[in-house]
Nanobody
Framework: VQLQASGGGLVLAGGSLRLSCEAS????????MAWFRQAPGKDREFVAA????????YYAESVKGRFTISRVNAKNTAYLQMNSLKPEDTGVYYC??????????????????WGQGTQVTVSS
């Protein structure tokens, strides 16, 4: 599965952005899709995930109530709506798919396919 992430940019604190992740293959329709982010000098961290049917969503505590993950399987695309952005949300955001069914949803090591990353910068 090839993933193409887009939608990043520069925004003021309190603003919003919507990221998109388009998958190249139908495989994504059956699997979990997730977003991770990586700030300079820090490890890649889990942000949000959504199951294959779109009914189950999972969020990092730091983004709950501000970010919403969704997907449109007919378009092989997942989205991350980010509201009330904070400077600490700054980083490169990566989408992931092809999760190992024996892995954990919030572990980067569980995913076998990654997008190229899109930069999100939140200024104060």
């Amino acid at each position: 599965v090839q993933l193409q992430a887009s939608g990043g940019g520069l925004v003021l604190a309190g603003g919003s952005l919507r990221l998109s992740c388009e998958a190249s293959a139908r495989t994504s329709r059956r699997g979990v899709m997730a977003w991770f982010r990586q700030a300079p000098g820090k490890d890649r961290e889990f942000v949000a995930a959504i199951d294959g049917g779109g009914g189950g969503t999972y969020y990092a505590e730091s983004v709950k109530g501000r970010f919403t993950i969704s997907r449109v399987n007919a378009k092989n695309t997942a989205y991350l709506q980010m509201n009330s952005l904070k400077p600490e949300d700054t980083g490169v955001y990566y989408c992931a798919a092809d999760a190992d069914p024996t892995g954990t949803t919030d572990a980067a090591a569980s995913y076998n396919s990654w997008g190229q990353g899109t930069q999100v910068t939140v200024s104060s």
